[in-house]
């Protein structure tokens, strides 16, 4: 596959872009070197709980299978179903810091499981 130019997601610097399957500058890889994507799961039967997990990307190493998952577990209600649809649309495909990622993993622990 051919190098192409174009530009960072996060600073929008312009770089060499090359089949790595990140769409991160090296400066930004470095900074965010985690990808966030949430995946709902379902049980039959299940009706009350909102459950699933949040995999795990790696920037620096860029693979197509996830280096970690947390998982999320919580009854059903329209408060915490709001809340958690803020939270999921604030993080959701979101390349983040190691910082960032502790903010995730404490408020999925406190606020979800």
Known sequence: MKDQIQNCKKCQKSYTFSSTGCDLCADCIEKYPYFLSFIEEFFMGVTDRILGRVEVY???????????????????????????????????????????????????????L
């Not at 996830?66 to 803020?86: G, V, Y």
């Not at 995730?104 to 979800?112: A, G, P, S």
């Open 58 to 112: 790696s920037n620096k190493e860029p693979g197509e299978y996830a280096i970690d998952e947390l998982r999320f577990l919580f009854k059903e209600n329209k408060l915490r179903s709001k809340e958690f649809q803020e939270f999921r649309k604030k993080w959701d495909f979101q390349h983040i810091s190691k910082e960032e990622f502790e903010i995730v993993k404490k408020k999925i622990k406190d606020n979800f």
